[in-house]
């Protein structure tokens, strides 16, 4: 059964650092990986999808990355901005799932100005 | 605009009451789901539809009930059955029930048993 973790659970760094999150997954035979973003009390927002043929994707200053081999994908935000304070969330999609998504638990962001 | 709108936001549930969470969408999306979120957990699956008058448990279905007689609409009924129903709950979909569609969501519904 497909399991996906996010290390670490909390990260707090400085206004202007760049920082990855990280997540990883049990099983490889996946459609895709999302990203999400979650505020406090509201609910998801997509930041990037990552479909099982790519190796990144790019929005802005987040950059997403897929490695199915070793089961892992990061997110890579440049630059970070107190307004990037947030629950991140990644979820893979396994094959078979038809569409259903295995979230991690998430990694709380503190950006402090 | 187009999304998913979510209603109640808060919503109290007295014991032994069902109660019933709102979720409609305009994206034209085939597929619809419900997950529960919560505190320290991750997201988990309460029921899934692939397409009108047609739907699938998920991982924890007890004490839950859809239905989805619109394209538009999934609307999750928590019945007194569900022993633990406080939790946030969202709902989201996609385009097809297939690979690589992007998953979009609702802002939620909080329910607090009182």
């Known amino acids: 059964k497909q399991e996906v973790t996010q290390i670490p659970a909390a990260l707090s760094v400085p206004e202007g650092e760049n920082l990855v999150l990280n997540c990883s997954f049990t099983?490889?035979?996946?459609?895709?990986l999302q990203w999400f973003r979650q505020d406090p009390g509201k609910g998801l927002t997509s930041l990037l999808l990552i479909q099982s043929s790519q190796r990144e994707q790019t929005s802005g200053r987040l950059n997403a990355s897929l490695d199915k081999s070793s089961g892992r994908s990061t997110l890579y935000i440049a630059a970070s901005q107190p307004g990037d304070s947030a629950t991140y969330l990644c979820?893979?999609?396994?094959?078979?799932?038809?569409?259903?998504?295995?979230f991690g638990k998430g990694t709380k962001l503190s950006v402090k100005p | 605009d187009g999304g998913i709108t979510q209603s109640p936001k808060y919503l109290f549930r007295k014991e032994g009451q069902n109660v019933t969470l709102s979720c409609e969408q305009n994206l034209n999306h085939d597929a619809m789901y419900w997950y529960r979120q919560d505190p320290g957990q991750g997201l988990r699956l309460i029921y899934y539809?692939?397409?009108?008058?047609?739907?699938q448990k998920g991982d924890i279905a007890e004490g839950y009930s859809v239905s989805r007689e619109k394209k538009e609409s999934f609307p999750l009924t928590v019945t007194s059955a569900q022993k633990n129903p406080t939790a946030f709950y969202l709902c989201a979909s996609s385009i097809v029930p297939t690979v690589n569609t992007e998953a979009f969501f609702g802002q939620g519904t909080r329910l607090t048993v009182v």
């Open positions: 979820a893979a999609s396994p094959f078979g799932s038809q569409g259903n998504l295995i």
């Open positions: 539809s692939q397409i009108v008058n047609d739907f």
């Open positions: 099983d490889s035979a996946i459609y895709n």
